[in-house]
């Protein structure tokens, strides 16, 4: 079964300690997303990989680090620097050969740090 | 970046049509996505339009007017699982055609 996972479902973390969260996809896409929802809002984009040992800062890259050495895998990793760092996280993923342009997403991540 | 506007709620009766209104204002519109999302869960593709006119699959339909900066997603025969959120997302150049999402539109369908 093809499609893009995310783990663990719910993370704890206490202020001040970093925390990665996992994201993989067996798609076979070339394009990553890591999106952060909060209560009442959209989706805002927290950085993104088009290919294989690149990606690029989104909107509200600032707290954040991602790396991406294989295509199948984009860790995000939330940082002490992220001030406001509970949230509900998603991953995406994307062919870019595909006309529709559809975006898969993970189940999510909800961080909570107190 | 874009500004893309929804309603914030509404409500429906099982059964009945309802409209999702989403507006926006872009340099280089190059798409505009429809999406469904159920509490605590992933955002799920409903649609894909880049060109004027109404697109329908099933119970679900959506409407692009490019001139106006104008969509709607239509929902008939409406049953209680559509009960969600409806997220608006566009694509255009100055975002580097990657999609940024509107606010959502919490629908909720009631006996």
């Known amino acids: 079964d093809g499609g893009i996972t995310q783990s663990p479902k719910y993370l704890f973390r206490k202020e001040g300690q970093n925390v990665t969260l996992s994201c993989e996809q067996n798609?076979?896409?070339?394009?990553m997303y890591w999106y952060r929802q909060d209560p009442g809002q959209g989706l805002r984009l927290i950085y993104y990989?088009?290919?294989?040992?690149?990606?690029q800062k989104g909107d509200i890259a600032e707290g954040y680090s991602v790396s991406r050495e294989k295509k199948e895998s984009f860790p995000l990793t939330v940082t002490s620097a992220q001030k406001n760092p509970t949230a509900f996280y998603l991953c995406a993923s994307q062919s870019t050969s595909s006309s529709s342009y559809e975006q898969y997403f993970g189940p999510g991540t909800r961080l909570t740090v107190t | 970046g874009q500004n893309i506007d929804q309603p914030t709620e509404m409500t429906a009766t099982e059964g009945a049509i309802v409209q999702i209104n989403c507006t926006y204002q872009?340099?280089?519109?190059?798409?505009l996505f429809w999406y469904q999302q159920h509490a605590g869960e992933a955002p799920t593709f409903l649609s894909y339009?880049?060109?004027?006119g109404l697109e329908e699959k099933g119970r679900f339909s959506s409407f692009l007017s490019r001139s106006k900066g104008y969509s709607y997603l239509l929902l008939k025969e409406l049953q209680m699982k559509d009960s969600a959120s409806y997220l608006c997302a566009v694509r255009d150049r100055r975002g580097s055609y990657i999609p940024t999402f509107g606010r959502g539109t919490s629908l909720i369908v009631h006996p």
């Open positions: 990989s088009q290919i294989v040992n690149d990606f």
């Open positions: 798609l076979n896409h070339d394009a």
């Open positions: 339009n880049v060109l004027d």
């Open positions: 872009t340099s280089g519109f190059n798409g």
